[in-house]
């Protein structure tokens, strides 16, 4: 799956949107866009960001553009809210096709953080929606709201709201997190800590494994003879015959670390 994730503004080198209580809403979207491109690479989403930083500027036409480009998936603008009175608070999400993901998306945001649930809104006059159908626009609260605007500030809160986002996202597109193999990796660390010199990247993750690089992996461990003889591995033919699979390959690297 692609999905672009649109920090709002920063159309040109004056826009920094709403501001308030000492923060901008470029800044504060760029930070929650940041975090969650990071949290959804874990579910093996290719993500991009429409901008990286605050020096950067981007048009609206731009943004949508970039998604098609990519032939993205997905497009999710990230912004925060401001209004007159001050004490407007809550989240929404605005749509133009997206209307069963932006209601999942606004209980979802609401029930992680306790913010007023103001809906999901249909809109038909911004650009990013009307340039990319699959897209929503996320007001993520009231940067005008002196309470929401510390909230938003803070990266306890924003991890909730990018929590919520991601199990929206997982529900809804069958997304499965891939977790860190911790076993794995400590045992590649330990096999290059004792003197053998394999590398780490090509071996710490079942997925970056490839079957064709085992056989100098064996002889590098002395070969199959020796690991039988060590009881490392206990099918000689299964690696003498070329048929064993990345699972095999994984046990190997484990047994082998632990040897004294």
């Not at 004490?87 to 605005?94: D, N, Q, R, T, Y």
Request: aromatic share 6%; glycine share 6%; charged share 25%.
């Amino acid at each position: 799956m692609k999905i672009l994730i649109d920090p709002g503004h920063r159309n040109n080198i004056n826009d920094f949107g709403a501001t308030g209580h000492g923060q901008k809403e470029s800044a504060l979207a760029l930070e929650v866009s940041k975090k969650l491109q990071k949290v959804l690479e874990a579910y093996k989403v290719d993500t991009y960001l429409s901008r990286t930083s605050e020096n950067e500027t981007i048009g609206i036409d731009a943004r949508y553009k970039k998604a098609k480009q990519i032939n993205a998936d997905l497009l999710i603008s990230i912004h925060i809210n401001s209004a007159a009175n001050s004490s407007a608070s809550g989240i929404e999400v605005l749509y133009k096709e997206q209307q069963s993901l932006a209601t999942h998306l606004t209980n979802a945001l609401c029930a992680a953080t306790g913010a007023r649930n103001r809906g999901a809104k249909y809109r038909a006059d911004l650009g990013v929606l009307n340039g990319f159908n699959n897209s929503v626009l996320l007001e993520l609260g009231f940067i005008s709201n002196a309470e929401e605007c510390k909230k938003l500030s803070s990266a306890d809160y924003q991890d909730k709201l990018v929590d919520a986002i991601v199990k929206v996202l997982a529900d809804t597109y069958k997304l499965v997190e891939t977790k860190e193999d911790v076993d794995l990796k400590d045992a590649v660390n330990k096999i290059i800590d004792s003197g053998i010199k394999i590398n780490a990247t090509s071996w710490n993750k079942i997925e970056n494994i490839n079957l064709k690089n085992v056989p100098a992996l064996i002889s590098k461990f002395g070969g199959v003879d020796e690991l039988v003889e060590r009881r490392v591995i206990t099918s000689p033919d299964l690696w003498t015959s070329g048929t064993y699979t990345k699972d095999n390959v994984r046990s190997l690297l484990i047994k082998y670390s632990k040897l004294g």
